[in-house]
Structures are given as structure tokens and as C-alpha cells.
């Protein structure tokens, strides 16, 4: 009924730019917070940065993300993306992307629900 589809993940050399999107689609009523994930092997799952409907942005802890990736938003096409400027090795990990969403099921009824996409894959070689 909804998806959470990435796309844009890949290989790039260090200090490259990849930007990763986050296409909702079904029968979506509200599209709330939002947000990027990565895990890289062997590692625990970390936020990477969040996006609220209204734009307002938040970026995790990962000291090596802040000032080099930018979160974004297009509600009208039920969006969101990642701009990863001056890539490095250790950004290589499985992005995922989140949703807080409210969506009509077959009985046409409410159901707020939180959905993560498959996750895409992001490759830095030095």
C-alpha cells in the first residue's frame, strides 16, 4: 500500500558527490518527519539527518556528515533527498530512508505508521 522507495546510491571516489532520494509512494494522506539512516558493517544503525513537513532540519551526531550533507525536501512530489558533497571512505554504508506517515488502508481508515525504504547502497573508494 506505501513504499518508501531510495534511489541514487552508488560508487564514488572520495571527495565525489552523490545525492540519494526518497520517493513515497501510495495512498498517503501525510507525509510527516522524514529522515536518512546509514549502517555500515559491523555498526549500529545512526541517524544521519531528519526533515520535518515544514522544512525545519536536523543532522545526527556524525561529526564527519555535519557540514557536508544537506537534507531536503519536495512535499508536492513526496520527496525527500541527501546532497553528499566531498564523500569519504567512512561514509560508505547502506542508507535508508524513513517515514512518519499517515495512510489510508483497504478500509479506507487512518493508520499512522512509521515506514523505512530497502536502503541503497553507497560505495566511497579512497
Known amino acids: 500500500q506505501v513504499q518508501l522507495v531510495e534511489s541514487g546510491g552508488g560508487l564514488a571516489q572520495a571527495g565525489g558527490s552523490l545525492r540519494l532520494s526518497c520517493a513515497a509512494s501510495g495512498r498517503i494522506v501525510s507525509l510527516n518527519d522524514m529522515g536518512w539512516y546509514r549502517q555500515a558493517p559491523g555498526k549500529q544503525r545512526e541517524l544521519v539527518a531528519s526533515?520535518?513537513?515544514?522544512?525545519?532540519?536536523?543532522?545526527g551526531d556524525s561529526a564527519s556528515a555535519k557540514g557536508r550533507f544537506t537534507i531536503s525536501r519536495d512535499n508536492g512530489v513526496k520527496t525527500m533527498y541527501l546532497q553528499m558533497n566531498s564523500l569519504k571512505p567512512e561514509d560508505t554504508a547502506v542508507y535508508y530512508c524513513?517515514?512518519?506517515?499517515?495512510?489510508?488502508?483497504?478500509?479506507?481508515?487512518?493508520?499512522?505508521?512509521?515506514?523505512w525504504g530497502q536502503g541503497t547502497q553507497v560505495t566511497v573508494s579512497s
Open positions: 524513513n517515514a512518519d506517515l499517515v495512510y489510508l488502508n483497504p478500509s479506507d481508515e487512518y493508520v499512522a505508521q512509521k515506514y
Open positions: 526533515i520535518t513537513n515544514d522544512g525545519s532540519t536536523k543532522y
